[in-house]
Every structure is written in structure tokens, then in C-alpha cells.
T-cell receptor, first 111, second 113 residues
Framework: GQQLNQSPQSMFIQEGEDVSMNCTSS?????WLWYKQDPGEGPVLLIA?????ELTSNGRLTAQFGITRKDSFLNISASIPSDVGIYFC???????????FGQGTTLQVKP | DTGVSQDPRHKITKRGQNVTFRCDPI?????LYWYRQTLGQGPEFLTY????????KSRLLSDRFSAERPKGSFSTLEIQRTEQGDSAMYLC???????????FGQGTRLTVV
């Protein structure tokens, strides 16, 4: 079945640094979604991408829809302590809207 | 609208007991999804409703699990004869039909002891 692989699994960075993480799939997705999850909370939608090559920003976050439609990237600029959490990529596995999620990238920011 | 709401936030139950969780989606959203998330993993799809019709169930949803959305608004997820392996975060999400952007509730953390 479809699987999404995220890398790195975890990152420990200094406040103010830029962060980059990615998500790859063996199959094509028509949409890529990036979520952030804080401990004990549900995922919060950060960015949605709908078109190959698309670059979309949300504040300090920028995400790109890969040209091959099999990958996506998320960048966070000038990280701050509240960026701590788990970042998930997700894509719809069918036209029902059912989402497949990656395993997540855990981000820790040292003040 | 305050978003997707789930109740309770936390539930501790003894093995063998039945539990029921509730989800109130965003009011105009006609699609509602249940996911399960275990530690260190991403959410995994369990089932989804379009209005009141349950249109798809994952193989993860054993016969001890049942979900309803009686009037196409709120939904309930019941687990009968709970097992320790049922311990997880149960997440509800909703979306508009045809829209892939799903919005999640805060989740219900189930611990089976």
C-alpha cells in the first residue's frame, strides 16, 4: 500500500536556526498536507499543497510540492521554542479524503 | 465555530470494559473521520462517514469497534471489551466533501489497565 517516509526522524537545533525536513512516497500524490502536533493534542494543519512544483508559505513556514509528485519539503526559518513538536506530512489515499500519514519528524529547539 | 471537539480528552478503563467517545465536527463539514494514533506513529485511518453513512472501514477496526453518526452531525466511537492493545490516542477529523483539508480535534487518550 501507499506509505510516506519522513526524514529526519528527529532534529535538535538551536533557536534561530533554519530547519528543513522532507517526505517521500513510492506513489504519486495529488495533494500534500503538513501538520504539526503538540504533545497530547491533535494535529493542526499548517500548509496544503495542490500542484506539482508549488511553493507555499505560512509565516516562517514554507512547503514545496515536488515536481515528481512523490515528495514534499517543509522549511522553517528562524526557529523559536514554540516550533517544538512533531511535524507530519499527509496525503489523500483516495477520493474519500482518507489521509495517509508519515511517521513524523520530531523537532526540539534549544533556547 | 470552535473547530472539531472531542470528549472526553482522557479515559482510563479496566480491561474488558466498554468505552464510548464522542466527536462534534465543524458544523458545515459533511465528512467525518476517525483515526488512531499510537506512540511514535502517525495517525492511522479507522473509518469515515459522509453525512450519516459510514462509507469505509479499515481492517484495523475489529468487530469490537463500532462507530455511528446518526443524524449526520456528531459521531460516536464505541470499543467493546477493551484490551490493553486498544490504548492509543483516538482522533476525529472533519472536512467538506471534495476537500482534502481535514481538521482534527484534540483527541481522546485511552488507557486500558
Amino acid at each position: 500500500g501507499q506509505q510516506l517516509n519522513q526524514s529526519p526522524q528527529s532534529m535538535f537545533i538551536q533557536e534561530g536556526e533554519d530547519v528543513s525536513m522532507n517526505c517521500t512516497s513510492s506513489s504519486i500524490f495529488n495533494t500534500w498536507l503538513w501538520y504539526k502536533q503538540d504533545p497530547g493534542e491533535g494535529p493542526v494543519l499548517l500548509i496544503a499543497l495542490y500542484k506539482a512544483g508549488e511553493l507555499t508559505s505560512n509565516g516562517r513556514l514554507t512547503a514545496q510540492f515536488g515536481i515528481t509528485r512523490k515528495d514534499s519539503f517543509l522549511n522553517i526559518s528562524a526557529s523559536i521554542p514554540s516550533d517544538v513538536g512533531i511535524y507530519f506530512c499527509a496525503g489523500p489515499s483516495s477520493n474519500t479524503g482518507k489521509l495517509i500519514f508519515g511517521q513524523g519528524t520530531t523537532l526540539q529547539v534549544k533556547p | 465555530d470552535t473547530g472539531v471537539s472531542q470528549d472526553p480528552r482522557h479515559k482510563i478503563t479496566k480491561r474488558g470494559q466498554n468505552v464510548t467517545f464522542r466527536c462534534d465536527p465543524i458544523s458545515e463539514h459533511n465528512r467525518l473521520y476517525w483515526y488512531r494514533q499510537t506512540l511514535g506513529q502517525g495517525p492511522e485511518f479507522l473509518t469515515y462517514f459522509q453525512n450519516e453513512a459510514q462509507l469505509e472501514k479499515s481492517r484495523l477496526l475489529s468487530d469490537r469497534f463500532s462507530a455511528e453518526r446518526p443524524k449526520g452531525s456528531f459521531s460516536t466511537l464505541e470499543i467493546q471489551r477493551t484490551e490493553q492493545g486498544d490504548s492509543a490516542m483516538y482522533l476525529c477529523a472533519s472536512s467538506l466533501m471534495g476537500d482534502t483539508e481535514a481538521f482534527f480535534g484534540q483527541g481522546t487518550r485511552l488507557t486500558v489497565v
